[in-house]
């Protein structure tokens, strides 16, 4: 569960650099839930009549640290790193999260155990400081506090050696881990506080211990995964030894880090840990020094709590935390799509958190505190939930986001004005002629944006019918915004010709047109119940409730056409050539996904050949046998054809750039990063 943006240059911080006060005694048991608390744990409501105080802007002390803040970034990988080692991509990555106005940046996971490798970076050798301590200082430059994660990936393990507390494997297709033994178990510990020496000689100004989301000391912690009998097992004090035994190890190794814990409110798994579990973990926490006690909650088979998709419910941890920071006195950090500022604010208000971690909300926007302070919420690049950045960093790739495209590429993005400004057209109003036409205005174009339909967003628009995506319009409500807001030229409901470009006489076209969708040979597929599934998705088409309906295609378009006509009350087959369906959906909602057409009696027919279309039936072929399913209608969704190249070949003197669909039909990620780049380079 590692996962990564920014929209502009990097800014300067208008704090100093993080001070760090006297270290804090370790604090004992605790008072009971009803005791005072401290004052500087939330910001308590102003005077009847003075000015309102933005409680997400009032410093806060944890451990010793001021924080100018409430908003932190949590640890979420990146995967830029050199084999382990820091370079100047994370460099550049840190830094322009702490420049735009964060308190804290937490560095993604590191890994404490040269036997277990993957890829997160490395903590485990005296050689990975100085990269870490690039880190830190550009966090610290920006005037934000550094701190750093720390992990054991235990059963998660990427490459390297497989082990836990009991020879539990995660589901039946994964290995089965070694035990750990006593004396293994102590060295693991021994191992999580040399890594938290290395981070304090780094520079960092906290460590913090990964205890959630069923890495080592979290299966540990699980009644699922471990099935011990030694003091390491049974009960629920003896399952947290491990976890309290690195966190004491870490302060007397390290009394003057301040140490902050990551724990999960529940597993979310039937039989696994609960939020009662939790709260007795954090008074315990607590009693070994712990100064700040971070709240998320799921595990690799609940990843739909842990990293919460479009579908899922804003602020749907908040509760958590809320029991949590009832039994302790250190502060407690709340987690789960709180990228909306008036749920962030609330959790503050009504006592549930006293910091607030917004993650891939920071990738897609990394000046979310600055504008949010200064009252530009309006100006927020959204983040949409949709997971990107996650699908591609879980396999070991370098992240990216949907909606910013210089995620991944900090270091680098550095747009230049335009000398001399030109005036650009851009055809078609999708994610990438979106993009484009923003980046080459913010340059100092003239930009002129054409879109054949009524309103812009292209597939943004279909997309978003779907019960699973309806989010990915604020991307494009955003961008909308942006165009107004930096005076770019837009006219929908055009159907762009060259005689319609030799009359705007631009010196540049961006043709961002995308594509069309895909008709192969095959009989029938011309009948009028035949439809482009984005039809479908558009509401062009009505269907009765309890119609039947083939799509034929079950990549991203298909399920999603597939789960808005169920939600509505269809009977819909699935028909698809491939062994599974749900290519080109990130993993947590491909899992929803298909579970909800399941549910809803879907029925899904893969390494199947469809080889015609008759009046009221869709023929295919599987096993090499011919069937027939019934259709009263049918959603065509088998692929995409690009477009652009039609249009540029009749515009043979002006400049052109073809980008996303129109050049090559690809995903979100591709498209967004396509506009940016022409926007750029024009």
């Not at 308190?103 to 005296?126: I, S, W, Y």
């Not at 030694?230 to 309290?244: K, S, V």
């Not at 030799?502 to 029938?524: K, R």
Request: glycine fraction near 10%; charged fraction near 25%; aromatic fraction near 4%.
């Amino acid at each position: 569960m590692t996962a990564r943006g920014g929209d502009g240059p990097i800014v300067a911080a208008a704090a100093g650099p993080a001070m760090r006060a006297a270290p804090s005694a370790v604090a004992g048991g605790g008072p009971p839930a009803s005791a005072e608390r401290s004052v500087d744990r939330v910001a308590e409501p102003p005077p009847s009549g003075s000015p309102a105080v933005d409680p997400l802007f009032t410093p806060i002390d944890v451990g010793g640290l001021r924080l100018r803040n409430r908003i932190v970034v949590p640890p979420m990988g990146t995967g830029l790193d050199d084999h382990g080692t820091m370079n100047d991509a994370t460099v550049a990555y840190y830094r322009r999260r702490a420049a735009g106005g964060a308190a804290a940046v937490t560095v993604e996971a590191l890994l404490v155990d040269p036997d277990t490798d993957g890829p997160e970076p490395r903590v485990d050798r005296d050689e990975h400081v100085p990269g870490l301590r690039r880190v830190a200082d550009g966090i610290r430059a920006e005037g934000a506090i550094a701190g750093a994660q720390l992990l054991h990936p235990g059963r998660q393990v990427f490459k390297g050696r497989c082990c836990g507390p009991s020879a539990v494997p995660i589901n039946s297709a994964s290995p089965v881990p070694d035990p750990l033994t006593v004396a293994e178990v102590e060295a693991i510990v021994v191992r999580f506080a040399d890594a938290a020496e290395r981070i304090r000689d780094a520079g960092y100004d906290f460590v913090e211990i990964h205890g959630a989301h069923g890495y080592l000391p979290s299966d540990f912690l699980s009644p699922l995964a471990n099935r011990r009998d030694d003091h390491y097992g049974g009960d629920l004090e003896g399952r947290a030894r491990f976890l309290r035994e690195i966190a004491r190890a870490i302060r007397e190794r390290c009394p003057d880090l301040p140490l902050w814990v990551r724990i999960g409110g529940e597993e979310a798994l039937p039989g696994g840990t609960t939020i009662d579990d939790a709260v007795a973990l954090a008074g315990w926490l607590e009693e070994d020094g712990a100064s700040c006690i971070s709240v998320t909650s799921g595990h690799w088979r609940s990843l739909e709590v842990t990293l919460a998709p479009m579908w899922m419910p804003r602020a749907h941890l908040v509760g958590h935390a809320a029991r949590i920071r009832a039994a302790v006195t250190v502060p407690v950090m709340a987690v789960g799509r709180l990228d909306r500022p008036e749920d962030a604010r609330a959790a503050l208000l009504d006592g549930s958190a006293d910091l607030i971690a917004i993650g891939r909300g920071l990738i897609a926007e990394p000046d979310w505190p600055r504008k949010v302070e200064e009252g530009r919420d309006d100006e927020v690049r959204p983040c949409i939930a949709c997971n990107a950045c996650v699908d591609l960093v879980g396999p070991g790739g370098e992240i990216r986001c949907a909606v910013n495209p210089t995620v991944g590429r900090d270091e680098r993005w550095d747009p230049r004005p335009a000398d001399p400004p030109r005036h650009v057209a851009v055809v078609g109003a999708g994610p990438a002629g979106l993009e484009a036409a923003l980046v080459a205005r913010a340059r100092g174009h003239r930009v002129t944006l054409w879109e054949r339909e009524d309103r812009i967003g292209g597939k943004i628009v279909a997309a978003a019918s779907a019960p699973s995506k309806h989010e990915v319009l604020r991307f494009r409500d955003f961008e909308e915004r942006e165009l107004d807001r930096l005076g770019v030229e837009v006219h929908t409901g055009v159907e762009v010709t060259p005689d319609v470009l030799a009359t705007a006489a631009p010196d540049v076209v961006v043709l961002a047109s995308g594509a069309a969708a895909l008709v192969p040979p095959i009989a029938g597929l011309g009948l009028p119940h035949v439809h482009d599934a984005q039809e479908h998705l558009r509401g062009d088409h009505a269907v009765a409730p309890g119609a039947s309906v083939v799509v034929i295609g079950g990549s991203a378009t298909g399920c999603e056409t597939a789960e808005l006509l169920v939600d509505r009350g269809a009977r819909v087959t699935i028909v698809e050539m491939a062994p599974a369906i749900g290519a080109g959906i990130e993993a947590i909602t491909r899992r929803h996904i298909i579970r909800q057409l399941r549910r809803h009696g879907a029925e899904i027919l893969t390494g199947a050949r469809v080889t015609g279309v008759t009046d009221d039936a869709v023929v295919y072929e599987r096993d090499g046998v011919e069937h027939r399913v019934a259709a009263d209608h049918v959603a065509l969704a088998i692929g995409w054809r690009s477009r652009g190249r039609e249009l540029a070949d009749l515009l043979p003197d002006v400049e052109v750039h073809v980008i996303g669909d129109a050049e090559r039909p690809a995903d979100f990620v591709a498209a967004v990063n396509a506009g940016a780049d022409v926007g750029s380079a024009v």
